[in-house]
């Protein structure tokens, strides 16, 4: 069989209510890890912010923790992506995938055999304590830190397409993404952020297309568009959305307009796609056991 239709065809299963079952049966595989992970997610220090967090995740699908996170690994994010912003158009030239046309990715220069190194200031924001603690209470074990990305969004004179139509994310049955804003994000001009909290969300169901437009979201009767959240923030501002269970969109910017984008993917063991790489490189000693598990190394 073609393997990317096989792709394709596992793409459309996790979409659908068979993901559960399939995520059940792939999971008694690596039972003893799974336990494993789920003792050290309950013995992770837990403080009541973390917990809140937690908690309204598990309730709105989203959480802004700006207040928790590492200032000083954010400036070092943050210090890294400015002059990499610099560069934008040789990393736009160099790109091997370019269907997103509305986006640059900035991190390809820092791969080394296509995986980037845990002592980059990108992996070292996302396995942080502080994160380390939310996502260990939101999945109940400590997750799999799937990929970061750092991208510069712009205009596009191109029909809306890709991640600026409404969708889930369906890397696995559960997705939780951190991200950070590196630019201000003033109004719809920055191409915010945009989604329909959990509650809201769940009473979508299955869609043969998996990128929906404006109109086929809320001509439904189900929300109507105040019922999503634009996240106007400053730059340097963090949150948490878990986007397999939250419709969002973003990047629909206006011309001159760019928006500077950090996130990190957190899903479970195993992975819903067979030979899902490891997209991370030991080029430092890892912190502890978390950091390990959390890597995937």
């Known amino acids: 069989m073609n393997r990317k239709f096989l792709k394709r065809i596992l793409w459309q299963i996790n979409r659908s209510p068979l993901r559960f079952s399939i995520k059940w049966l792939l999971r008694l595989f690596c039972i003893d890890e799974i336990k494993h992970r789920k003792e050290l997610a309950k013995k992770t220090h837990q403080n009541a912010t973390s917990l809140r967090y937690a908690s309204q995740l598990a309730s709105d699908g989203y959480a802004v923790i700006t207040d928790l996170v590492d200032t000083k690994l954010l400036a ?9 912003v610099e560069v934008a158009e040789r990393a736009s030239g160099n790109q091997a995938l370019r269907h997103k046309a509305f986006w640059i990715r900035l991190l390809d220069e820092d791969m080394q055999d296509g995986k980037l190194p845990i ?18 209470k939101a999945f109940g074990e400590i997750p799999r830190l799937d990929y970061v990305l750092l991208t510069l969004s712009h205009h596009s004179e191109k029909e809306l397409s890709y991640s600026q139509l409404w969708h889930k994310d369906h890397d ?4 939780i993404k951190l991200f950070v804003y590196l630019s201000d994000v003033k109004n719809d001009s920055d191409g915010p952020f945009t989604f329909i909290p959990a509650q809201i969300s769940d009473k979508y169901g299955y869609s043969l297309k998996s990128h929906r437009p404006d109109d086929k979201i809320f001509d439904c009767g189900i929300a109507n ?6 996240v106007i923030a400053p730059a340097l501002s963090v949150f948490m959305v878990e986007t397999s269970r939250c419709l969002h969109m973003g990047s629909r910017l206006a ?13 479970t063991i ?18 502890d056991s ?3 598990m959390l890597l995937d190394l």
């Open 172 to 175: 696995d049955v559960r997705v």
């Open 225 to 230: 568009p105040d019922a999503a959240k634009k």
């Open 119 to 136: 002592s980059s200031p990108y992996v070292q924001f996302a396995t942080q304590p502080a994160i380390i603690q939310i996502l260990a």
């Open 76 to 84: 070092e994010v943050n210090d890294s992506a400015q002059k990499k």
């Open 270 to 287: 195993p992975c819903m796609f067979p030979n899902r790489k490891n997209n991370f490189i030991k080029d430092i000693e890892l912190k």
């Open 255 to 267: 011309p001159s307009h760019t928006r500077l984008l950090y996130t990190a993917t957190y899903t």
């Open 290 to 292: 978390a950091e390990r």
